[in-house]
């Protein structure tokens, strides 16, 4: 501003603000400027071009780049740029440098072709056991809920039709249900699976609310669980609690098109809490405590439908990598047609998701296949801990 033309000396204070004392006084000290009084007010006029000063050449010999200090002529310089917060930073970096002793030295080393031993080679490689990196999301999750106050129940991977469907007022012409989407085990039929009372409670739900006439039969048809929700149902029949806080987590079977983002059988978890006064804000509650605990703090809850929770919600967590939503896990509350006909009067709040999914996230994937790949090269290199 100076350099163009003298400029009065209020002018300059406008334009220069906070950085106006620190830059007449730094002027001044370099001889730069001269001020000058008339009947106006003060003036101040250019004296001599500024030349570079010893503390721009170190921020220019710095630049993108980390140098040594003894690199640095000017070390006056470098302590004024110290002291000026936001313009360097300072490392101390420890070495340590390994010599032979004299001792060493006298000794005579045979020729290289003779079985000398060379210093400089490097050390075999040895790769220590460690559990699977998915293996090690599935305990994380497993101490996360226990750690919340829940507590593990457990199912058989085969289910019947009527805990895997009917108990969750799934009706039984649901596309869900057909062979393209569910895995059946042929010719098998269960029998005692379920109490006279849960059949018939179960099948007037289903006429009620759907309209058709249900079919035993059809309940009685064995199946790989498509959810472990089978569990948590089975677990309210057999319990009805009125109080619980229970999860269940294992394999589950979907016939669908393998894909990167989709698997013939996967992990899943799923979990419910039952309680007089449990309400949708005390589930999202748990929801975002779990999704912290597992590094995820940017969530959200978004409306959606499921069969048999009402009011449903769908949870999403930002990918900061992807820089986009991601949708997780289902939530909601259990509808009346699901609890009522097997004696559960009180509010049972539930959600359920791929294991799968949030460990993509934690690893940085974009392929689930890559979990069952067996690349020795990328289970070796993944760390413990992310």
């Known amino acids: 501003m100076v350099a163009a033309k003298p400029i009065q000396f209020d002018e300059l204070r406008q334009k220069l603000l906070d950085e106006m004392n620190v830059a007449i006084a730094n002027a001044k000290k370099n001889d730069w400027i001269s001020i000058t009084k008339n009947d106006s007010g003060s003036i101040v006029s250019l004296k001599q ?8 050449k170190i921020l220019e010999q710095i630049g993108d780049n980390k140098i040594l200090q003894n690199q640095i002529s000017d070390q006056n310089a470098l302590e004024s740029l110290k002291k000026r917060p936001g313009y360097i930073i300072t490392e101390s970096v420890k070495t340590k440098s390994l010599s032979l ?3 060493a030295k006298s000794i005579e080393v ?16 040895t790769f220590a056991a460690k559990t699977h990196p998915l293996k090690d999301v599935i305990n994380e999750i497993r101490e ?37 989407d569910t895995f059946y085990i042929k010719n098998k039929l269960a029998s005692n699976f379920a109490t006279q009372s849960q059949i018939k409670q179960v099948a007037a739900s289903h006429k009620k609310g759907w309209k058709y006439p249900w079919n035993v039969e ?14 948590t149902i089975n677990y309210l029949a057999e319990n009805k609690p009125s109080e619980a806080r229970v999860f269940s987590l294992g394999r589950v079977f979907r016939n669908e098109k393998v894909s990167y983002k989709h698997l013939v059988e996967f992990n899943q978890v799923e979990g419910i809490v039952v309680g007089k006064d449990v309400s949708l804000r005390d589930l999202m509650g748990i929801q975002t405590q779990f999704y912290k605990k597992l590094g995820l703090n940017k969530i959200k809850f978004w409306p959606t439908f499921f069969p048999y929770t009402e009011p449903s919600l769908q949870t999403m967590v930002y990918n900061d990598k992807l820089e986009k939503w991601i949708e997780l896990f289902g939530m909601g509350i259990f509808r009346p047609e699901v609890t009522h006909p097997l004696g559960i009067k009180k509010p049972v709040l539930a959600w359920g998701g791929g294991i799968e999914r949030i460990a993509m996230l934690k690893y940085g994937l974009n392929d689930v296949r890559e979990f069952y790949n067996n690349n020795l090269n990328w289970l070796r290199s993944t760390p413990k801990c992310q």
Not at 49 to 56: D, I, S, V
Not at 161 to 179: S, V
Not at 221 to 228: A, D, S
């Open 110 to 125: 045979e020729s290289m072709d003779s079985g000398a031993i060379d210093v400089e080679a490097n050390v075999p490689l």
């Open 49 to 56: 071009k500024p030349e570079q000063t010893a503390e721009e």
């Open 218 to 231: 059809v309940a009685k048809k064995m199946v790989l669980r498509t959810h472990t929700t089978c569990a």
């Open 101 to 103: 002793t004299e001792e």
């Open 144 to 180: 996360i809920f226990v750690s919340l106050g829940f507590s593990e129940i457990n199912s058989t991977l085969t289910q019947t039709g009527f805990w895997n469907f009917d108990a969750l007022f799934t009706p039984q012409d649901h596309p869900a249900r057909e062979m393209q």
